[in-house]
């Protein structure tokens, strides 16, 4: 069963990839690497049940704090560059 379920989160790493390289705006590109982030969260989790290690839970838990921190930044700069292009306009 846990074979399986890291199967399909490579599956869904995949498409997540695909659509942060082919994603027509910023936002869907952000979004994209949002759900590739969740996806690598959870493979790590699945990683340390299925070898009973808490290093890979310990690991994820940092991984997902700056990965959040990562989102914030992205955004405000996203955020920033629209309202820049706004005002040349």
Known sequence: MLD???WFL???????LL????????A?????????SG???AFLALRGVRQERAIYLDVALVYDIFGFLGLLAIARF????????????
């Open 39 to 41: 996806i690598v969260l």
């Open 78 to 89: 996203l955020k920033d560059k629209a309202m820049a292009d706004g005002e040349e306009d």
């Open 10 to 16: 490579l599956a869904c790493a995949i498409g997540a």
């Open 19 to 26: 659509r942060l390289l082919a994603g027509p705006s910023a």
């Open 28 to 36: 869907d590109r952000l979004v994209a690497l949002n759900v590739l």
């Open 4 to 6: 399986a379920m890291q």
